[in-house]
């Protein structure tokens, strides 16, 4: 079965450190790919795609098809970057999560 | 910015007991999807529902579940006799495309279920 995996359930880190949260997907063929972010008290949103690869608020995530893996990085991680990050891949009609990460940036 | 929006926000219930959740997609939205997220765990994939019909959905949704779009705006996931693990947060998203065709899915604030 298709599925991404994340394996870590929570990553700490002091403000201005470089993170990175790992995701690693199983499919064979070309995977669509997306982090979705959930801030405290707020609603599920995404944050990327890879096909856009595009950055949004300082995050990047390169498709790593060698080593099956879509990490999300950010060269210094802010406070209000505090959340639960899920990486997800889509289906037909579906979008499939990760068990997601939770972030915890300190000051 | 239009909303996905969720009621109730919190609804306890006895065991078998029938459940209807509600939730207003984003108005020019095609596709609509409910999701569940039991406490400490993943967010889980329930169903996907298009053009008055289900377009997919997971082995957690059996036959107690249904989806409906009883008028133009409300989407309803109606639980029928409830079981103590139904307890989780659910999750209604709309998107203009299916999810597999690089659709974003816009999510709800969720609805949490407490079965007792």
């Known amino acids: 079965a298709q599925r991404v995996t994340q394996p870590e359930k929570l990553l700490s880190v002091f403000k201005g450190a470089p993170v990175e949260l790992k995701c690693n997907y199983s499919?064979?063929?070309?995977?669509?790919l997306f982090w979705y972010v959930q801030y405290s008290r707020q609603r599920l949103q995404l944050l990327l795609r890879?096909?856009s690869r595009e950055s949004i608020k300082g995050f990047t995530a390169d498709l790593n098809k060698g080593e099956t893996s879509f990490h999300l990085k950010k060269p210094f991680a802010q406070e209000e970057d505090s959340a639960m990050y899920y990486c997800?891949?889509?289906?037909?009609?579906?979008?499939?999560f990760g068990k997601g990460t939770m972030l915890l940036v300190s000051p | 910015e239009p909303e996905v929006t969720q009621t109730p926000s919190h609804q306890v219930t006895q065991m078998g007991q029938e459940v209807i959740l509600r939730c207003v997609p984003i108005?020019?939205?095609?596709?609509f999807y409910w999701y569940r997220q039991i406490l400490g765990q993943k967010v889980e994939f329930l169903v996907s529902?298009?053009?008055?019909?289900?377009?997919?959905k997971s082995e957690i949704f059996d036959d107690q579940f249904s989806v409906e779009r009883p008028d133009g705006s409300n989407f309803t996931l109606k639980i029928r006799s409830t079981k103590l693990e139904d307890s989780a947060m659910y999750f209604c998203?709309?998107?203009?495309?299916?999810?597999?065709?690089?659709?974003?899915?816009?999510f709800g604030e969720g609805s949490r279920l407490t079965v007792l």
């Open positions: 998203a709309s998107s203009e495309r299916l999810a597999g065709g690089v659709g974003e899915l816009f």
């Open positions: 499919y064979s063929g070309s995977p669509e």
């Open positions: 890879h096909i």
């Open positions: 997800a891949h889509s289906g037909y009609s579906t979008l499939t």
């Open positions: 108005s020019n939205h095609l596709y």
């Open positions: 529902f298009y053009n008055n019909e289900i377009s997919e």
